[in-house]
């Protein structure tokens, strides 16, 4: 039933994996878990203990999440969510082993149905023959479908198992709530600069030789691995196998041209897409050109369609710039064209432009508000006919009834604003465009103010 992928945290493995003493609900010895030369140097480190998991002590730390839980003497039905090589599966069987329940472990991406009644029936057997649970880690738990995720829940609203679900994904938006519901999702953090470096420490006792990296390209090599412990300690044996002990200390554009820096983690259809858009849209509401380029570039490398950006500046543009300065929407059109024409990678560049004189640019988002709030005017009161003044006459009927009765023709009148009424006859008058003091807005708001007084002046 439990799949053979490796983990670093401590999940098993074909070889050397932690086996469980089933009869006496005790975990092997650990000298069983140390693994022959062969063994992967991630495979050979995994933590012993909860104790030993690096970079999750909001989770395990004395005042952490699961330390609470464990303390009570109860343990949950668990989704881990957090990106790959920070825990999860370490996490799941550690847990197992803390309570005595029996651990099985099954992956979402090579099960199916008969897989999971399988493992519920087994997990019944041996509470029936033992009277011990089952902890039933499932990894990759998001890949299951909606019907696949309903037949978890009358095994763990029973008690039959206790779920521990492993997501790389946002589970509000892969798991149904019927799930989520009798569940606690818990956030795994990426492993941060002071984890990976102690990892490193503890590859460099466990190997007996110290890394041949200057400070920086110590420094480089933890950034390389962008917070997944796994991932690191793969590169730390890349690095060993490609030098020898004599050979002289990398520095980062050395350790650059022997390890390969793995690409950016970003899905265009996931989670991370929707953050990073946020992130880049928020940078420039708040005239932050440097974050905005930032973020520009982090969707750039991860894959994004720049078409998309494109897309979401002209959007910025009207949305949160507005008559502030309205040449920013014709910017953002020209920037957008400019990448049609050029394309790769020289079409990036006038989207770059784009991101700056947005970020830049006076601020106001009093067109769009007022756009919504004429929206909701217009569905609260229906279907109001125009005044007779304004409303065509084209033919003689028309004039007969009324139609364009009393209409002044505003470019013959002083300012070239007749002051006349617009709004439906009986319709209290609304002020929706409210330009703020900055920008070319505060030129349009004192012209406002003038064509107030002029309607004013009429009515007294």
Request: proline residues 5%; charged residues 25%; neutral net charge.
């Amino acid at each position: 039933m439990a799949d053979t992928m490796p983990d670093l945290f401590g999940g098993p493995s074909s070889k050397g994996a932690p086996q469980r003493d089933e009869e006496a609900g005790r975990p092997a010895s650990s000298s069983s878990r140390r693994g022959t030369g062969t063994q992967p140097l991630a495979d050979r480190l995994r933590p012993q203990s909860l104790d030993d998991v690096q970079g999750q002590t909001h989770l395990l730390g004395p005042e952490g999440t699961l330390t609470r839980m464990l303390e009570s003497g109860h343990l949950s039905s668990l989704i881990l969510w957090g990106g790959p090589g920070c825990g999860k599966t370490t996490i799941a069987q550690l847990l197992a082993e803390r309570v005595g329940l029996f651990y099985t472990k099954i992956s979402a991406v090579f099960s199916g149905v008969a897989d999971l009644k399988k493992a519920f029936d087994e997990a019944r057997r041996k509470a029936e023959a033992t009277g011990r649970g089952t902890l039933l880690f499932v990894d990759e738990i998001h890949r299951f479908n909606r019907a696949q995720q309903d037949g978890f829940l009358p095994y763990v609203e029973q008690g039959t198992v206790v779920l521990v679900g492993a997501t790389t994904e946002n589970p509000s938006f892969t798991l149904n709530s019927a799930l989520l519901s009798r569940c606690q999702v818990l956030v795994l953090h990426r492993l941060d600069d002071a984890a990976l470096e102690q990892l490193l420490v503890r590859a460099e006792h466990e190997t007996g030789r110290p890394l041949p990296l200057t400070d920086e390209g110590r420094t480089s090599l933890r950034a390389m691995a962008d917070g997944d412990g796994r991932y690191l300690l793969n590169m730390v044996e890349q690095l060993l196998s490609l030098t020898k002990s004599e050979a002289s200390p990398l520095g980062p554009d050395e350790l650059a041209r022997s390890l390969s820096r793995r690409p950016v983690l970003y899905d265009r259809d996931r989670d991370e897409h929707y953050n990073l858009i946020s992130a880049l849209h928020k940078s420039l509401r708040g005239s932050d050109p440097d974050a905005g380029l930032y973020w520009f570039a982090r969707m750039l490398e991860g894959g994004e369609d720049p078409r998309y950006i494109a897309r979401r500046l002209v959007r910025f543009a009207s949305e949160d710039i507005g008559e502030a300065d309205p040449t920013s929407l014709p910017l953002a059109q020209a920037g957008a064209a400019a990448y049609e024409r050029l394309g790769s990678p020289e079409g990036e560049v006038a989207l770059a432009q784009v991101v700056v004189h947005l970020a830049v640019a006076s601020k106001s988002n009093a067109v769009y508000k007022a756009y919504n709030e004429a929206r909701v005017l217009a569905k609260r009161t229906g279907s109001l006919m125009p005044p007779a003044h304004i409303r065509n006459a084209p033919t003689a009927l028309m004039k007969e009834l009324g139609y364009k009765k009393g209409y002044e023709y505003d470019h013959d009148c002083e300012d070239g604003v007749s002051g006349q009424n617009y709004f439906p006859d009986g319709m209290e008058r609304v002020t929706l465009y409210k330009p703020v003091d900055r920008g070319f807005e505060e030129r349009i708001r004192k012209r406002l103010d003038m064509l107030a007084q002029k309607r004013a002046s009429r009515q007294s």
